[in-house]
């Protein structure tokens, strides 16, 4: 399905971007309650952890959401320009 305008995302652009908000939000959320004890958020996501490795494993959930966001934005403006190139070609 393709669509004219410019502002549609692709389904991996939106994939993309709702893991790296999972895996930002998750790790957060896991970081907090390693730390303080006092946030249940995401609890399902602690399961991905291995014991004795929570801070480091909820630190590293945040980089790799944060490298699944970059990742997925670069994506998108490469569809982007292709598109572009075959408007003007």
């Known amino acids: ?3 004219s305008s410019g502002d549609a995302k692709s389904p991996v652009t939106s994939v ?3 893991l790296a908000g999972l895996l930002l939000v998750g790790g957060a959320s896991g970081l907090l309650r ?3 004890g006092w946030i249940q ?6 399961y991905l952890i291995p014991d004795g ?3 480091f494993g909820y630190v590293l959930m945040m ?3 944060l490298a699944v966001g970059v990742a997925g934005d670069h994506f998108a403006k490469q569809q982007k ?3 572009g190139e075959k ?3």
């Open 34 to 36: 390693e730390l303080f």
């Open 16 to 18: 993309t971007n709702l």
């Open 41 to 46: 958020f995401l609890g399902f996501l602690r």
């Open 87 to 89: 408007e003007e070609g």
């Open 63 to 65: 980089v790799a959401g």
């Open 1 to 3: 399905m393709s669509s």
């Open 53 to 55: 490795w929570e801070v």
């Open 81 to 83: 320009e292709r598109a």
